[in-house]
């Protein structure tokens, strides 16, 4: 399963403590990438926060790698569930 989370930071909790959680977040997704549980990650130009998919055997997966990212309480996340689109002149 694959889904696009778009995480925007929320601004209002600037602080050292979320500093210090978005410089954790190469760290957090190293072996993410690693092991293909993030197969892309962007940054939203002009904004705080990213665009990552995530390659996860469930939701329950999905949400416990969201939870156990740096930025999980200062951060709000649009999820969407993504969808292979096949070729349909390659079938």
């Known amino acids: ?6 995480w ?3 601004l209002s909790l600037l ?11 190469p760290k957090y997704a190293g072996p993410l990438e690693r092991n ?5 990650r962007y940054h939203l130009v002009g904004q705080h926060g990213g665009a990552w998919i995530y390659e996860v055997a469930s939701n329950e ?3 416990r790698l969201l ?6 309480n200062f951060a709000r996340y649009e999820i969407h569930p993504l ?4 070729d349909p002149l390659n079938p």
């Open 61 to 63: 997966e999905l949400e």
């Open 15 to 25: 602080s050292g403590e979320m500093a210090a959680a978005v410089a954790r977040m």
């Open 67 to 72: 939870a156990m990212s740096p930025v999980y």
């Open 8 to 10: 925007r930071m929320e």
């Open 83 to 86: 969808a292979e689109m096949p």
């Open 36 to 40: 293909g549980k993030v197969v892309a």
């Open 1 to 6: 399963m694959k889904f696009l989370v778009l």
